[in-house]
């Protein structure tokens, strides 16, 4: 490309305009197609979800859930139900060890 361009004939300009316009087009097309690889994740496509990499995903798509009033877990003032310790009903006795074993090996 000549750094003068009024140098040039107006054929040369429109030949050199035309270039140019296929060449942004070209530009256009593959910043599409990059962008479009930017956008997919294992959630809207084929790859694993290892290839997602470290990033985390964004606030509103961890959960469709409302908010709570309340915090997870034991609310204040809510008395706690525990069972109780009992001894264990079933005791059962050792068995004897078979002591006359006889291998089939």
């Known amino acids: 490309m000549p750094e003068d361009v ?24 593959r910043i599409r197609e990059l962008e479009a690889q930017l956008g997919k994740d294992s959630h809207n496509s084929s790859k694993p979800s290892s290839s997602d990499g470290l990033k985390k995903p964004a606030a509103n798509e961890k959960s469709l859930r409302p908010k709570r009033k309340r915090k997870v877990g034991g609310q204040v003032g809510h008395k706690g139900h525990t069972l109780k310790w009992r001894s264990p009903r079933n005791t059962y006795d050792k068995l004897p060890q078979e002591t006359n074993r006889v291998c089939c090996c």
Not at 11 to 23: C, G, R
């Open 6 to 29: 009024s140098q040039l004939t107006e054929a040369q300009k429109d030949v050199l305009i035309l270039t140019l316009l296929d060449t942004v087009e070209q530009l256009e097309a």
